[in-house]
């Protein structure tokens, strides 16, 4: 089944607390990106990468790393977690860059830093 | 950044009626699409439409593109309780570098 997998679902962590958010897909798409949802700002892009070794910035990049090694994989690490970094976050893949294609969604993870 | 774009913010309608959500956006794009979201789950896709196109249809979906008023609509006809969710379109902008950038949502609910 084609799928965009992420882990952990649910994560609540302390500030400081280095942790690393995965994604999974297994459809050999060369787009990946990063989101997160909160309230009332829709959905904000964190981080995308157009193939391996190609990583760029989004809109709200800061406080965030990202890394794409494999074609299949791009985990979300976050240093050093802060409050405000409390929030919902989706990993997308697709065929390509751009709007020609649709985006596929990971299930969410929701984060909670105290 | 990513603006809301769509209209209405939310909209409360009863099983059976249609539903209609407007997106608007303000430089030219090449591709729109739409996306449902059930609370706190990922994005789906619903229907992808072209700059060249000014209409397709999915299922019980229509939707509609006008790029002269720079503005699509997703009409979702003899709606049911299942329907309720957030919906999202989504525009490839040049001033984005022609990434998807996506609005803020229309929340439906449908009651029955």
């Known amino acids: 089944e084609a799928q965009v997998t992420q882990n952990p679902r649910y994560l609540i962590t302390v500030t400081g607390k280095k942790l690393t958010v995965t994604c999974s897909q297994n459809?050999?798409?060369?787009?990946m990106s990063w989101y997160r949802q909160d309230p009332g700002l829709g959905l904000r892009q964190i981080y995308y990468?157009?193939?391996?070794?190609?990583?760029d910035k989004g809109d709200v990049p800061e406080g965030y790393k990202v890394s794409r090694k494999e074609k299949r994989n791009f985990p979300l690490i976050l240093e050093s977690p802060s409050p405000n970094q409390t929030s919902l976050y989706f990993c997308a893949s697709s065929l390509t860059y751009g709007g020609y294609n649709e985006q596929f969604f990971g299930p969410g993870t929701r984060l909670t830093v105290l | 950044s990513q603006q809301g774009e769509e209209d209405p913010q939310a909209l409360s309608i009863q099983e059976g009626e249609n539903a209609t959500m407007n997106c608007s956006y303000k430089?030219?794009?090449?591709?729109l699409q739409w996306y449902r979201q059930n609370s706190g789950r990922g994005l789906v896709h619903l229907i992808l439409i072209r700059s060249n196109e000014r209409e397709k249809h999915s299922g019980r979906l229509r939707v509609t593109l006008d790029t002269s008023k720079k503005s699509s609509s997703l009409l979702i006809t003899a709606s049911r309780a299942a329907d309720t969710a957030s919906y999202f379109c989504a525009t490839d902008r040049a001033e984005y570098g022609n990434k998807l950038v996506f609005g803020a949502g229309t929340i439906l609910r449908v009651k029955s």
């Open positions: 430089t030219s794009i090449n591709n």
């Open positions: 459809m050999n798409h060369e787009y």
């Open positions: 990468s157009m193939n391996v070794e190609v990583t």
